[in-house]
């Protein structure tokens, strides 16, 4: 029935992307606890949201989801060049992805600066005075981007390692799954913006 | 047995590291299930001796031994090792890896380096949980449920302890990453989906709960953590949270992790009865499909822990409904094991013994769950000691007796050697006499009305706990005489053939100890398990 086996092969490229497919769920799983938090407080605090959501800047906002979404082409580009056995173009859209990342990340450093400059983060007095609504809009704004903020730079380093593991020429045109399973994490902390983008930025 | 031409066990086949290291940094999947029991004993036997201390400070009305805050420290840590330490990793990580490549004829687990960083995030975790009770404010005291507010409230160590927690819940997504990988990809040839033992199933199901619940666990505890670094205000209804909120979330993880720790334990009782019963097992698609279904619906029945937190008359009828359909499975698996063994020619050997042992107790746990699951009873004993009867009748009657037979079934595979059975007898007896002594008295204290998490209690209770606190005796010799009896068994037990109790699966087929890679060739299977000869 199992015309080859994996029984006895070093690496199993099924089993492995099998995993990190599992893993991804288990990702998405936590952001779902958020999720589930937003929706409660929004249906809660409907005005609140509203009106807090306008102080957001949409010009970052929609800057960040374009940086992200390019990344993510620059991404599957690397995976692409590195299976036709191009690995010097896939270091280089590697490096491009992690560039991304960090625009994305010095972006959502002054975005939350400016905010904390004028007294708005999680029990602050400034914040807390505005009322439950906000206050419960802006907990959820720190706690959702800032840990979708920690998972690019766990992103980036993973890059980082893959862009190493290429230069050394351990990632090529036969073993490329390591590159490939650091491809699907980085598309999923995308579509995880594209979901945080709205929510936030869009429903005012 | 094979005594001529014995192969080289995977204890005496170095792997490139010598003493300590030879464990620690080891890929190989029995070392590092050996690991996990090594290590999952000892907090077990912590836990343990908090558990007695408890009882003995129950002895009386009044301060016996400790001071009240004491007490709730005590009760905490003695929950918080038992479930995230002991019972969740419990069969899944120890036996569970150390069994699952043997029975599915496979050389080891599909990510052999995942499985040992699993094994570090576990030890990681539990000393973090360690420091955490003799820094900062001293042992946390919310409970092993951390509700709040009074865990964000309370000054003592729980962002500490809840990190722990958070690093254990990595480790088990980790093995339940593994599990179903493993059991999706390495079967041996002709190991069809219905051909694999009823043990890997159960894991199947298991692994799958690991992977979908434990997020959510990561996530609520990641809340509670920020909530008291920062002052979020998610669950402080002054600043627009809610509470309730918190309880969700606990429970979205905390009902299915029950699944994490009863699954696997059915297995192995599935796996125990036909080979003593010398009978293939009843119903071979009926348990199998019912571990699934368990796995499944468990995941909707989490608001039957807060029925008097707070809900919808609504969601109150449907979650206790949904709690009546998720015994039906339960059900389904006890009749099926009753079924196996009739008219078959039962040897009552130790590891059956237990496996009786946990159907009985087992069955009165679950009986008493559904007097828990229906509102109206829910409401009189939830706040009661009925609910913690039913629980230890659950964790301990069910899922550690059921470990307890895995481990003297499986006990000649791992370590080659049998241990003496008397003893093995006469402990199951005695724990089994010890627990219900131990148990059996906070059903009834429950339902006078004894609320539980107290450290005092009114004089009319103290019958029951004076009988309680000596059951807890009877309990603990009977663990000393299983656990000197098996330890002793390691170093001069009777050396054990490959296969001493006639089993037909895989892990019965190699030698034992098991070699380096497990199997010399990879057998192929022609047909289902439990097949003996008339
Ligand atoms: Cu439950």
Known sequence: ?204 | MTGAQREMSFYESGNGHTGILSWVLSTDHKRIGLLYLFSMFSFFFVAVILGLLMRLELIAPGPSIMTAESYNAMFTVHGVIMIFLFIIPGIPAGLGNFMLPLQIGARDMAFPRINLMSWWFYMTGAIVIIVSLFTGGGPPDTGWTFYVPYSIRTGTNVTLAVFGVFLLGISSTLTGLNLVTTIHRLRAPGLKWFRMPLFVWSLYATGWVQILATPVLGITLLLLMMERLFGFGFFDPARGGDPLLFEHLFWIYSHPAVYIMILPAMGIVTEIIPVFARRTIFGYKAIAFSSLSIASVGYLVWGHHMFTSGMSDISRVIFSFLTFIVAVPSGIKVFNWIASMYKGSIKLSSPLLFTVSFIFLFSLGGLTGLIIGALATNIFVHGTYFIVAHFHYMMFGGTAFAFFAGIHYWFPKIFGKMYREKPAITSCIVLFAGFNVLYFPMFILGLEGMPRRYYDYLPRFHTGHLISTVGSWILAAGLMIMFYNLIRSIFIGEVAGSNPWGGSTLEWTTSSPPPHENFTEIPVVTEGPYRFRK
């Open chain 1, 1 to 204: 029935m199992n015309k080859e086996h994996s029984l006895n092969k070093k690496t199993d490229y099924t089993g492995s992307k099998q995993g990190m497919w599992m893993f991804l769920f288990t990702e998405l799983l936590l952001f779902t606890g958020m999720f589930l938090l937003y929706s409660v407080f929004r249906s809660r605090y409907q005005q609140e949201f509203h009106a807090a959501s306008s102080e957001l800047s949409r010009t970052i906002g929609t800057l960040n989801t374009v940086i992200l979404l390019t990344s993510s082409l620059t991404m599957a580009l690397s995976v692409n060049a590195i299976r036709k056995d191009k690995n010097k173009i896939s270091l280089i859209f590697q490096g491009l992805t992690v560039f991304f990342g960090l625009f994305f990340l010095a972006n959502k450093f002054f975005e939350w600066s400016a905010k904390i400059h004028h007294g708005i983060y999680p029990n602050s007095p400034g914040l807390l005075a505005h009322g439950k609504g906000e206050t419960m809009f802006y907990g959820l704004y720190y706690l959702m981007t800032g840990i979708h903020g920690l998972h690019v730079l766990a992103g980036i380093v993973l890059l980082l390692i893959m862009m190493v593991l290429t230069k050394k020429g351990s990632l090529n045109s036969d073993s490329f799954v390591r590159l490939e399973n650091s491809g699907l994490y980085w598309h999923l902390v995308d579509v995880i913006w594209v979901y945080l983008f709205p929510v936030f930025y869009l429903i005012s």
